[in-house]
C-alpha cells in the first residue's frame, strides 16, 4: 500500500467509528480494523482528538476565471476549498467571462483552470435562452449538469428562462439524464416587492421576500412534473418552501434541494443596517426560518449544505456606502464552509455522520461524482483531518479567497482542518495567505458585532 491511515474516529457510512483505510493509485482499496496488519509505505495514526473524514464536495462554488479573476481564480478558491477540507468543487457557469454556455466556454474554464488547482473541479454548464441547442454538446463535452435563473441573475451575459423556456430545456436534459439545478427566486415575485435601496438590511429583506422563492419553487416543481425530468432548487433560503418539496418528493417528482452555511449560521436580526459583506440573493431570512432549515436537514427534505461561495471584486460590495441596492450579492466561505457547519450543527444535537452526509456524499450524487463523497473500497483516497473540538477566530487576512471580504470576521468557530489529502496525496495548502486590507478593515468595523458567536441563532 501506498499510504495507510489509522483513525479512531472514522466516518463512513457505518457511522464514526475506528477504522484503517488503506490506500494505492489514489483509490481507497480497503476499509478495515483500526489495528489490522496492513503494511504501507507511509503509516500516519491518528489521534482521538480528531475525525477522519471523507474529502467534503461543494457543488457549489463561482471560481470567476477566465474573465473576473481578480475576484476568484482556481489557483486560490482551490487552495481555500482544500484548507477547508473540500477536495472536489464544482465551478457554476457564470461571473465569468464567457460564460460556461457552449462547448467553448466550457474550453476556455478548462484552459483556465488546468496546472493550478490543488483539489478537483468539475463544472456545471449554463443555460439561458436559446441556448438549448448546445446542452448535448457541453453534455458530451463533460459538465455534470446545469445550472439556470429564473430572475436576473446580475449578469446582463447570463438572462433568466421563462417558464415556456424552462420547460423546453427541461424536455432537452430529460433525454440527456441531466440534472437542472435552479435558482429559484420568480421575476415578477421581485418586481412587485419594493425595490432594495440604502442601508436597512430590513429593507434589502423586503425587497426579496419568501413569496419569490415560493413561487420559483411552485414553477420548478410544476415544470419537473410535466417533464419528468431531474431538478435541484440551489441555495433555498426560506423553510416555507420545504412542505412543497417534500409534498412533489412523495409524488415522485425527481428533486432536491441544499442550503448555505449562511442561510444555516447568520439571522437577519443580527445582521448591522449598512454591512452588505451579508449581502445575497436571496438573502439571510431571520433566526425563526433558521430553525426550519436545520429540521429540513433533519427531516431529509433538504439533502445538503454547499457554500454558494460568490465573491468579488471588493468595490463592488460597497462596503463604504453600504447601500444593499448597489451592492454585489454573495458571500464567500469556501474555507469556512464546514467549521461553519459544525459548529450550528453541534450546538442542535448533530453529529459529523450527518455533516458528511449533507456536505460530501450527498453533494457528490448531485453531481454524478460516483468516485467522491465517502470514505470506502473503490472510491477516490479523498480524505480529511478535522479537529472537532478545536477553536478558532476568523481572521479574515487567514483566508486563502482572494477577496477575503467575510460576515464571519471576528467569529468563534468549532473544527479545525488539520490535514487534507487529494487522491492520495497530501495538499499543502499552508501557503502564507495574502490578505487585503480591505477585508481587514471590515474585519475591525465588525469585530464588535460579532463579539457574541453563540448568539447567533
Ligand atoms: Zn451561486
Redesign the pocket.
Same mark, same amino acid.
Given at each position: 500500500m501506498e499510504l495507510l491511515v489509522r483513525a479512531r474516529r472514522t466516518v463512513t457510512d457505518r457511522g464514526e467509528g475506528p477504522a484503517s483505510v488503506a490506500v494505492e493509485g489514489g483509490r481507497i482499496v480497503r476499509v478495515g480494523g483500526f489495528d489490522d496488519p496492513v503494511g504501507a509505505d507511509e503509516v500516519v495514526e491518528l489521534g482521538e482528538e480528531v475525525v477522519l473524514l471523507p474529502g467534503l464536495v461543494d457543488s &457549489?462554488v &463561482?471560481v470567476n476565471e477566465p474573465g473576473h479573476d481578480t475576484w476568484e481564480g482556481f489557483a486560490s478558491a482551490t487552495r481555500a476549498a482544500a484548507a477547508g477540507g473540500i477536495t472536489t468543487l464544482v465551478d457554476?457557469p457564470l461571473d465569468s467571462v464567457p460564460v460556461t454556455v457552449d462547448p467553448a466556454a466550457l474550453a476556455a474554464k478548462r484552459a483556465a483552470a488546468t496546472g493550478q488547482c490543488f483539489v478537483d473541479v468539475g463544472f456545471w454548464g449554463g443555460v439561458v435562452p436559446g441556448g438549448t441547442a448546445h446542452l448535448p454538446a457541453l453534455r458530451e463535452a463533460g459538465v455534470l449538469g446545469f445550472k439556470c435563473f429564473l430572475s436576473d441573475s446580475g449578469s446582463p451575459d447570463f438572462p433568466p428562462l421563462s417558464r415556456r423556456q424552462l420547460l423546453e430545456t427541461l424536455r432537452v436534459l430529460r433525454e440527456l439524464d441531466a440534472v437542472l439545478l435552479v435558482h429559484a427566486e420568480s421575476e415578477r415575485e421581485l418586481s412587485a416587492a419594493p425595490p432594495a435601496r440604502g442601508r436597512r438590511y430590513a429593507d434589502f429583506l423586503a425587497s426579496r421576500p419568501p413569496q419569490a422563492e415560493l413561487a420559483a419553487v411552485a414553477a420548478v416543481l410544476d415544470a419537473a412534473r410535466a417533464t419528468g425530468a431531474r431538478v435541484h432548487i440551489? &441555495?433555498l433560503s426560506t423553510a416555507r418552501a420545504l412542505p412543497l418539496i417534500a409534498a412533489a418528493r412523495r409524488e415522485g417528482v425527481r428533486v432536491t434541494a441544499e442550503t448555505c452555511p449562511h442561510y444555516l449560521t447568520l439571522a437577519a436580526e443580527l445582521v448591522p443596517d449598512g454591512a452588505t459583506e451579508y449581502a445575497c440573493c436571496p438573502p439571510v431570512r431571520e433566526a425563526a426560518n433558521q430553525d426550519g432549515l436545520w429540521a429540513g436537514l433533519a427531516d431529509g427534505t433538504l439533502d445538503l449544505v454547499v457554500s454558494?461561495h460568490?465573491p468579488c471584486a471588493a468595490g463592488l460590495k460597497h462596503l463604504d456606502t453600504g447601500d444593499f441596492g448597489a451592492a454585489w450579492g454573495g458571500i464567500s466561505s469556501l474555507q469556512l464552509a464546514l467549521p461553519l457547519v459544525w459548529t450550528q450543527a453541534r450546538r442542535r444535537g448533530f453529529r459529523l455522520p450527518e455533516v458528511a452526509t449533507w456536505m460530501a456524499s450527498s453533494p457528490a450524487r448531485l453531481a454524478g461524482l460516483s468516485a467522491k463523497g465517502r470514505i470506502a473500497p473503490g472510491y477516490d483516497a479523498d480524505l480529511c483531518v478535522f479537529a472537532p473540538d478545536d477553536t478558532f477566530t476568523v481572521r479574515p487576512e487567514t483566508l486563502h479567497h482572494r477577496q477575503p471580504v467575510t460576515p464571519y470576521a471576528g467569529r468563534t468557530l468549532h473544527g479545525v482542518v488539520r490535514r487534507t489529502w487529494l487522491r492520495g496525496r497530501e495538499v499543502d495548502f499552508r501557503y502564507p495567505a495574502g490578505g487585503l486590507l480591505t477585508a481587514e478593515a471590515t474585519a475591525e468595523r465588525h469585530e464588535s458585532d460579532n463579539q457574541n458567536p453563540g448568539g447567533n441563532r
Open positions: &457549489h &463561482h457554476m440551489v &441555495h454558494d460568490s
